[in-house]
């Protein structure tokens, strides 16, 4: 269980430094993905970003 959540806090925080970036390919708007404003702060929420990501990444490891 903590691996899991290990594993999501890393990818959430890694999606959220390459926001920019994804964002010029259209992965920032996907259903799923939100974004809190918590006073001058804005957490960025990647979820269907993320899923997304993950299926890619899941069908290159099947096709290798």
Known sequence: MIR???TLLLASVLLSGLRG???KLGLGRLPGDFTLHLGRRELY????S???LSLIAWLIARWL
């Open 4 to 6: 899991w959540l290990l």
């Open 45 to 48: 929420v990647p979820f269907g």
């Open 50 to 52: 993320s899923v997304l």
């Open 21 to 23: 970036w994804l964002s």
